[in-house]
């Protein structure tokens, strides 16, 4: 499984400098993303990445992400 953010595309309006960000578990398997949240404007994905891994079973399962998830509240 693959955790990995993105902006959604046409949500950055003229005067702001972010649009909608979110972080999804992707199994890239079964090309399908099995969880989605949203990453609030005063956060990042550090922040959002623990409610996301709580929404899922990850017994057995190998973890992927960018170098920012190596963080020791996630390797719990």
């Known amino acids: 499984m693959n955790l990995d953010g993105k902006t959604l595309r046409g949500t950055i309006r003229l005067e702001q400098t972010s649009g909608v960000h979110q972080l999804a578990a992707y199994h890239a398997d079964e090309g399908r993303v099995l969880a989605q949240v ?34 020791r509240q996630l390797n719990s």
């Open 38 to 71: 949203a990453v609030d404007s005063k956060t990042n994905e550090i922040g959002a990445a623990p409610v996301l891994l709580e929404q899922l079973d990850l017994t057995g399962t190998i973890l992927a992400g960018h170098v920012m998830h190596a963080q």
